[in-house]
């Protein structure tokens, strides 16, 4: 089981982590507490956002350009969040609360912080595995577990899929990153439902055998170390790769990424990025507006790219991504993701997944 998350420092005092997002406006502090969120005159709608991304700004402001909607926004990561939400209760401010995982969607769903929402525009723009069956969280993203291979130690051709990290040819070649990973619990899950719990069990034991060296932290630290040889092949999340290669995390990441090569599995995984009204919202309509905004084909497509994430359908028209080529969905649903999310953890830790 997982310690209950620590709020991080910019929680500890409201006002730092607090923005003002209006268009044409840069972010502003608010005061200490998020009561001062109930002194505005103009309508507004108040986020409570796992993801944090500068280029989510601007999207935001477009929607106050198209709307009058001001957004006020709280950023951290998705446990802290939860955790905020789960102790403000009937008392929180939050209107919208947008989560970067399946399962900690399907968690959020589960101890009741989402109310379902009707509305055309989510049903139309959504694809249906894509979205809480019972409308009550609706996803805005695509992320897709990828895998990076260096070259000069693994032929790409030889990975294929996800089962192909367990071939015994990859022996001392493989890097995972530990499996307190969403991303990884929400992988092994996809595994389970599409292969049954017995073939993952193999499936997992085989990589662990595989393994170059200790799990990973992180999925930069991971795809650095596939770039230097360190490892011949390694999961990511594929944007991690894009940001390297944009210049975003510094030049000497920039030089790295060349030297990987991403491969989608075929089929592959998907993750998402979704949002869902809380429970407790005092500015429904208002919120169910940004998610209808964020999840259209005019706000999502700029949410997606500027974090080098897919879009709901199609693939984007980012460079990079391009660049790294199409893949093919494996077909399982977030919901399902997030009900296998226990099992997978169990599965991992009695099988030598650190």
């Known amino acids: 089981m997982q310690a209950t998350p620590v709020l991080p420092k910019p929680f500890k005092h409201c006002a730092p982590s607090l923005r003002v ?41 477009r929607f106050t350009k198209a709307t009058g909607i001001k957004v006020r926004l709280l950023e951290s990561n998705d446990a802290a969040i939860i955790e905020r939400l789960r102790r403000e209760g009937k008392n929180s401010s939050a209107d919208v609360m947008i989560l970067v995982d399946a399962a900690r969607l399907d968690n959020a769903t589960r101890e009741g912080m989402f109310q379902p929402i009707r509305s055309a525009e989510l049903m139309r723009d959504v694809p249906l595995s ?31 899929t996800y089962a192909d990290l367990a071939k015994p040819q990859l022996k001392g070649k493989l890097c995972l ?19 049954g719990d017995a073939a993952a069990t193999q499936w997992v034991k085989g990589m662990v055998n595989n393994l170059a060296e200790p799990v990973f932290s992180s999925d930069m630290s991971l795809a650095r170390a596939v770039a230097r040889g360190e490892c011949g092949v390694g999961v990511v999340n594929s944007y991690y790769v894009a940001r390297m290669l944009s210049g975003q995390t510094g030049a000497a990441d920039k030089t790295l990424a060349n030297k990987i090569t991403i491969k989608y599995p075929n089929p592959a995984h998907l993750n998402v990025s979704g949002a869902g009204v809380t429970r407790y919202a005092k500015n429904k309509p208002e ?22 994430e897919y879009p709901l359908k199609g693939f984007g028209n980012n460079p990079i991504l391009r660049r790294f080529g199409n893949f093919k969905f494996d077909g399982v649903s977030a919901s399902q993701l997030g009900s296998k999310t226990r099992a997978a953890i169990q599965l991992m830790a009695a099988n030598g997944w650190q």
């Open 130 to 160: 894509l979205r809480d069956p019972q409308g009550r969280w609706f996803g805005l993203t695509r992320r897709v577990r990828a895998l990076a291979v260096n070259s000069s130690v693994v032929n790409p051709k030889t990975v294929n």
């Open 21 to 61: 997002l209006a268009a044409g406006a840069a972010a502003t502090a608010l005061t200490s507490s998020l009561s001062g969120w109930a002194m505005a005159q103009s309508r507004e709608v108040r986020v409570y956002s796992g993801r944090h991304y500068s280029s989510d700004n601007a999207i935001y402001e």
């Open 287 to 308: 919120a169910i507006k940004l998610i209808e905004f964020l999840s259209s084909p005019t706000g999502g497509e700029g949410y997606a790219s500027g974090s080098f």
């Open 177 to 195: 990153r530990n499996r307190s990973s969403v991303y990884n619990q929400s992988l092994v899950g996809d595994q389970m439902v599409l292969r």
